[in-house]
């Protein structure tokens, strides 16, 4: 991460209605900010999947946002399962979240592709039962 | 048209939010599924959804949508009031189903905007 304002949150895994605290609170520093809507849109979105994501199938994670002048970086880390088949998980619509989840609006198999079409640059390192890591840049 | 119009052409009930009835909406969707709110919506301002968690007032949160309408006489719980409260955000409810609440919107001006 390059030099800026860095903001770390954790994300309790154990109570989705919590999940979104970290990003709602990364979209009013950036209002604050003053970045354009846009911006601060994108951020918040890809954010948030990310984040419902850690929810739903890591037990929570941690979030470090990293803002320069020029990118903003998100960096989500999670001790979860790991993601057996990241291309699969890329597409939209596939999906391996339980249905109890589809019942509270997600599940869609759109999260992972969200992020994508939202950020500039996106990153997934993921190993079978350590975790994974996922990191998402937006130049300003 | 404004968020007092919405109202009007639906009928709803205002949870929260009164004090933000004035202000001016062009756009609308409708959905139960919020990661398809959050893959399609451009500038939309008022999202109808028969679901009923926190994760609506959520979503509405990171996309600026101003006035959530819920359908079928659903009812939030007092947390996701005071989650709305916090965030500016306008709750009404409608008895309406969803394909009749949106066609009455559509009917009235209202449009899908850019997806």
Redesign the interface.
């Known amino acids: 991460m390059g030099e800026g304002i860095v903001l770390k949150y954790n994300v309790p895994g154990d109570d ?2 919590r ?2 605290e970290a ?2 609170a990364v ?1 009013s520093q950036l209002k604050q900010m003053q970045l354009s ?1 846009d911006v601060v ?1 994108r951020v ?2 890809a954010m ?2 990310g984040e ?1 994501n850690m929810v739903i199938h890591a037990e929570g994670g941690t979030i470090e946002v990293c803002i320069t002048p020029e990118y903003i970086d998100m960096v989500l880390k999670d001790k979860g399962p790991g993601i057996p088949d990241v291309e699969k998980a890329m597409q939209a619509g596939y999906s391996t979240a339980p249905d109890n989840v ?1 019942n ?8 992972l ?2 992020m994508k ?1 939202y950020t500039d640059e996106m990153k997934v390192e993921t190993t079978l039962g350590v975790g994974t890591t996922v990191t998402m840049r937006i130049y300003i | 048209m404004t968020i007092a119009d919405v109202q009007d052409v639906l009928k709803c009930r205002i949870i929260c939010g009164e004090e933000y009835l004035d202000r001016e909406v062009h756009s609308a969707c409708g959905a ?5 709110v ?2 399609f919506v451009k500038d939309q301002a008022v999202l109808l959804t028969g ?1 009923c ?4 007032i ?2 509405a ?4 949508i101003i006035c959530i309408i819920f359908i079928r006489g659903k009812k939030p719980d007092e ?1 996701m009031i005071n989650l709305a409260k916090e ?1 500016g955000i306008v709750l009404m409810a409608t008895g309406h189903r969803m394909f009749s609440a949106c066609g009455m919107l559509y009917s009235s001006g209202l449009r899908g905007g850019a997806s």
């Open positions: 989705f209605t999940a979104g990003s709602g979209k809507p849109r918040a979105i948030y999947e419902i589809r509270l609006g997600f599940g869609a198999g759109m999260g592709p969200n079409k | 139960d599924m919020m990661s398809d959050l893959a679901l968690n926190p994760q609506v959520r979503t949160e990171m996309m600026d947390d965030r």
